[in-house]
């Protein structure tokens, strides 16, 4: 089934917020087998709003419509739709329950403006927002027309059920929204329509380039089922493949497997990993799996490669710490890189980052450790030590590791982004030889 | 002017990423005084895309494309494109140029993949991607109609300018297409449509909600002339108020001042700096010209407030160094906090926190110093500490200020954030004092 969502609000259209709803309910649905064909953002914009739903609900199973729900001025999804849909707004019985429930869990005074939050239109169901005041609705479409018929008008691809297209309106507030989506929405939805079941599964390769990559595993890829999609997304460095498996809704799932043998053979050597999708959070799962310590000693990557890793909970478990040696004397106070060393090799070399990752190791006793090294840019390159130049290694109890990089001058953030993925996968080859 | 975007890419529409280009592009056109009408997201599917298009350039006077253009299978834009715009994939002599200085730089052979990526439309303009393989392409409507005409269908607002709509390809990867925006495509939209002279101001305020800071303000908002306008941009613990003024192309910017007086007067303590977008970059600015030196103790922002500052150029003039003490042992080791003090205000203390800070700045002998140590959560809360407690200190030579924060139960990465801004703040405050 065909899905478009509708997010509504100045707020996105002006960047101010980045439009994580169409994320978090692309990647619900999808994982609930349907298809989402389109997202479209629009603003508090009474006639953009309804030509958006108008369009939206002639090619489409079912439309997704968030934001405007609010009790300001400025919210009018609630009013749009009731005129859309030529209906009138009534109180709600359940819905005014929810408001006042809420209102007094908080110790607040129902007021007549949050009173008003419980008027729907009369033509709508209300699915019971447990979370907050806006009601979440489903509307079933009376649109005959199911497209716009036009001989000239070239058109997105058609709705897959022969159903009237159902509209759904829920908050824009994104734990309400998730929390609906999970509990309300798409269990109404797939009793609703029948759908497909889809799988997804991603793969981690690193050290080859896209194009180089995407000739190398060529024969595997062309000998793929029709039901199985491969998509490239290069980031950092890295070049993520994501294989998307349409399965029919009554295929047993314990016999499917994604055909992977033909892309090991080819292509085994810079597969890094499978089912994460990036690969701080490989080294997150991998560590906690397995039980071993971490630490780092950052310069040029300035604390990137710890942050990433304290972003996800739990870390606590293997991250010990991190030193991040900016300038010289911290790496000698705080590493124990010998003076000596910096003064005959320099900062940005195999000598100093070896001394970096096996004196951060020994200081913070963890079982691994990674240290960067290396000119970001955009200055402080020279003839023989370019900006993009960088020096990574990896350690464990008994190897040290330490790779040349030279990435060209590049973007700093880009030479950040790209040191920090490396220094990654250099660890989980250790972790994984 | 009227601007629609549209965003190519099956990972956007799965949800498995984030959709940070809509918004990117979207603040960097308002900035430039254009309006963002709609945004759109569609999958690497013909039709859709082409849809997309077509219905774009007819209620828009630019439609901004990214994505689809690398060197894949499923990259399809471009063909597509071509057709659309009845035209013949040539090779472009500087895209060509542009690849294989690329190619060169990064020590790599020119293969006829990559090759291929200088093969544009032939009727389009190739704006030079300096940072990347993908050209940019400029393509110059010939569409007549510029709306469907259509009685019965309603329509989205019209374009604004009597120009012939202007289609933008750009590349899908964010750092390319945003030095595209800032460098390429905007300036040429602005030369193209003759738009409003557009000046901006930030103002950074911290320690005060947007609707507090609001009704304080009242009085000077309600004062602005007619052409400046006022928006509150509220972002993890800081509310930046932008003013935007829109001036006519020939208005002699010399003569041209924002009338700030009125608002210092109102909200003065609660300002803490002017023309930067983040508190991370006011930090840099002001430390690199003052010739003050930081060093950063991270437990709970695990090395976020490192990053933030040495992801920008330069960083290395103020910053020395950090330690991220996420265990116990490391603040001990690595930062000198006294064991008996951890055994006795546990590690989310002032006690803990004051020495942390002291630490870090004798240690690596810098005139400033950052300290953290929180709950960041989800779990690790207690009914004393409850996820969300952080302790913030920040010191220079002969004072240390300490600052307890409860967050309350918020996410772990909006924790972060909040601690990292009021680290930041609480910084400014101490240097401008």
Redesign the interface.
């Known amino acids: 089934m065909n899905v478009t969502i509708i997010n509504i609000g100045d707020e996105?259209?002006?960047?101010?917020?980045?439009?994580?709803n169409?994320?978090?309910?692309?990647?619900?649905?999808?994982a609930a087998g349907m298809d989402?064909?389109?997202?479209?953002?629009?603003?508090d914009?009474y006639?953009?709003i309804?030509?958006?739903v108008?369009e939206a609900l002639r090619d489409s199973d079912a439309v997704l419509v968030t934001g405007g729900l609010g009790p300001t001025k400025d919210d009018i999804t609630k009013k749009l739709l009731c005129e859309y849909f030529d209906s009138e707004l009534v109180e709600n019985q359940m819905a005014l329950d929810n408001v006042r429930r809420i209102f007094e869990s908080r110790g607040y005074e129902l007021t007549p403006v949050n009173r008003a939050q419980a008027l729907v239109p009369k033509c709508c169901e209300v699915l019971n927002n447990d979370l907050g005041t806006a009601p979440c609705m489903w509307f079933q479409s009376k649109l005959e027309v199911r497209s716009?018929k036009s001989e000239t008008?070239?058109?997105?691809?058609p709705p897959t059920s022969n159903l009237q297209p159902v509209l759904v309106s829920l908050p824009g507030v994104p734990f309400e929204m998730e929390w609906l989506m999970r509990n309300r929405v798409i269990p109404k939805l797939q009793e609703t329509f029948k759908t497909d079941i889809i799988i997804?599964k991603n793969i981690l390769t690193q050290g080859i380039?896209?194009?180089?990559l995407?000739?190398l595993i060529e024969p595997w890829?062309l000998s793929l089922p029709e039901n199985i999609?491969?998509?490239?997304?290069?980031v950092a460095g890295l070049t993520k493949l994501?294989l998307?498996a349409h399965l029919p809704k009554d295929f047993p799932l314990s016999t499917f497997h994604f055909p992977l043998e033909g892309l090991y053979d080819l292509a085994g050597q810079y597969i890094v990993g499978e089912d994460c999708?990036t690969l701080d959070e490989l080294v997150h799962k991998t560590l906690t799996e397995r039980g071993l310590t971490l630490a780092?000693a950052?310069s040029c990557?300035?604390?990137?490669?710890?942050?990433l890793?304290?972003?996800q909970?739990?870390?606590?478990a293997y991250?010990?710490?991190?030193?991040?040696?900016?300038?010289n004397?911290?790496k000698e106070?705080?590493l124990g890189v010998k003076h000596s060393t910096l003064e005959a090799h320099g900062a940005v070399s195999e000598e100093t980052v070896r001394e970096m990752v096996e004196g951060v190791r020994q200081?913070?006793?963890t079982d691994l450790a990674i240290a960067t090294t290396g000119i970001?840019?955009?200055?402080?390159g020279t003839p023989e030590k370019p900006v993009g130049t960088v020096w990574i290694a990896v350690a464990d109890a008994t190897h040290t590791e330490a790779k040349l990089l030279?990435?060209?001058?590049?973007?700093?953030?880009?030479n950040?982004d790209r040191s920090t993925n490396q220094a990654y996968a250099m660890l989980m080859r250790l972790v994984v030889k």
């Open positions: 996105l259209l002006i960047g101010q917020v980045v439009n994580t169409a994320s978090t309910m692309s990647r619900l649905l999808t989402v064909c389109k997202t479209l953002v629009v603003g914009v006639k953009d309804w030509v958006a108008d716009r008008v070239p058109q997105f691809r997804t380039g896209e194009s180089f995407s000739d890829e999609k491969l998509a490239y997304l290069p994501r998307t999708e780092t950052e990557t300035g604390g990137n490669i710890a942050r890793l304290t972003a909970a739990g870390a606590s991250f010990k710490g991190g030193i991040i040696a900016y300038s004397e911290v106070s705080a200081r913070m006793g970001a840019g955009p200055d402080g030279q990435f060209g001058a590049n973007r700093r953030q880009q950040i």
